[in-house]
T-cell receptor, first 111, second 116 residues
Framework: GQQLNQSPQSMFIQEGEDVSMNCTSS?????WLWYKQDPGEGPVLLIA?????ELTSNGRLTAQFGITRKDSFLNISASIPSDVGIYFC???????????FGGGTRLMVKP | DGGITQSPKYLFRKEGQNVTLSCEQN?????MYWYRQDPGQGLRLIYY???????QKGDIAEGYSVSREKKESFPLTVTSAQKNPTAFYLC???????????????FGPGTRLTVT
């Protein structure tokens, strides 16, 4: 099946630092979604992207839909301890409603 | 207050017993999904349903069964045939795709199943 390669797998950063993570695919996607999962909870949708080149912000979070339609990026500015969690990318490529998920990026923030 | 509920949060069973996990949504979504998550892993699709009385197998359906008798409900049964049932189970729902957009899936809080 299709795969989304998400990197890095984990990050350990200092509070206040900016964070970047990305997701790449060998095939084209027409939708990119970014989720955050807190420990023991379900993923929460952060940002949805629908057009190539689209740049969307949600507070300190900014995500971009790559112009090749094969990648997406999520940036977090001025990280705080509550940013800790696992961030998942997900994409749809017209396979009905199905989403393909990346393996996740585990973010740890040192106060 | 719209959302997806899963119950219970924690479930313990003895090996060889079937167990049913509940998932209810009041978002008026047509489609519902079940995922399995193992420690440190991503999400794997078990079953999905696009419409009432219809469902399809996902990537890891063996040892699981579902029903979709009502739009709001999509229970998952973990049968004794599932060789490694201990995991975190997540239910999600979405609108059916129409035109652009509409692919967002919204997740419940999850059920952690432990089988000993």
């Amino acid at each position: 099946g299709q795969q989304l390669n998400q990197s890095p797998q984990s990050m350990f950063i200092q509070e206040g630092e900016d964070v970047s993570m990305n997701c790449t695919s060998s095939s084209i996607f027409n939708t990119w979604l970014w989720y955050k999962q807190d420990p023991g909870e379900g993923p929460v949708l952060l940002i949805a992207l629908y057009k190539a080149g689209e740049l969307t912000s949600n507070g300190r979070l900014t995500a971009q839909f790559g112009i090749t339609r094969k990648d997406s990026f999520l940036n977090i500015s001025a990280s705080i301890p509550s940013d800790v969690g696992i961030y998942f990318c997900a994409g749809n490529n017209n396979a009905g409603n199905m989403l393909t998920f990346g393996g996740g990026t585990r973010l740890m923030v040192k106060p | 207050d719209g959302g997806i509920t899963q119950s219970p949060k924690y479930l313990f069973r003895k090996e060889g017993q079937n167990v049913t996990l509940s998932c209810e949504q009041n978002l008026n979504h047509d489609a519902m999904y079940w995922y399995r998550q193992d420690p440190g892993q991503g999400l794997r699709l078990i079953y999905y349903s696009q419409i009432v009385n219809d469902f399809q197998k996902g990537d890891i359906a063996e040892g699981y069964s579902v029903s979709r008798e009502k739009k709001e409900s999509f229970p998952l049964t973990v049968t004794s045939a599932q060789k490694n049932p201990t995991a975190f189970y997540l239910c999600a729902s979405s609108f059916s795709h129409s035109g652009t957009g509409g692919y967002e899936q919204y997740f419940g809080p999850g059920t952690r199943l432990t089988v000993t």
